[in-house]
């Protein structure tokens, strides 16, 4: 997750992870370019999933459900990079979901989107 980012909660493919804002920051692909820098295209190229609201011991929190892809976005690649042989400019910027730990600004209702 990017410093300046705004966390938002995602359910991948079953487990829960915090990463940046979709609708705010986006997803950034992980993959070094040809250009020796980070991939600029995104996880996600159009709006593929949904909110939803998961309940937790400290209240309600929105999350994005993906269902579709799901492997390719724990893997943090966009579609050209996606099972490509090429190199990782960092890891994958999920955090694993604890609610105990989690931000305070997960909780509560979310800003509507940009979309
Ligand atoms: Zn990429």
């Known amino acids: 997750m990017s410093e300046s980012g705004t966390p938002a909660l995602y359910c991948l493919g079953g487990s829960f992870f915090i990463g940046p804002d979709p609708a705010r920051d986006g997803v950034q692909c992980v993959a070094l370019?040809?250009?020796r820098k980070r991939c600029r295209?995104?996880?996600?190229?159009?709006?593929?999933s949904f909110f939803e609201t998961l309940q937790t011991v400290r209240g309600d929190v929105d999350f994005y459900n993906v269902t579709q892809d799901s492997r390719r976005w724990r893997e943090?690649?966009?579609?050209?990079h996606d099972g490509s042989d090429a190199e990782d400019f960092c890891s994958p910027e999920w955090e694993p979901f604890d609610a105990e730990a989690a931000p305070e600004s997960l909780f509560g209702s979310r800003p509507a989107p940009a979309w």
Request: charged share 20%.
């Open 33 to 35: 370019a040809k250009t």
């Open 41 to 48: 295209r995104w996880v996600e190229y159009g709006q593929t």
């Open 76 to 80: 943090q690649h966009c579609t050209v």
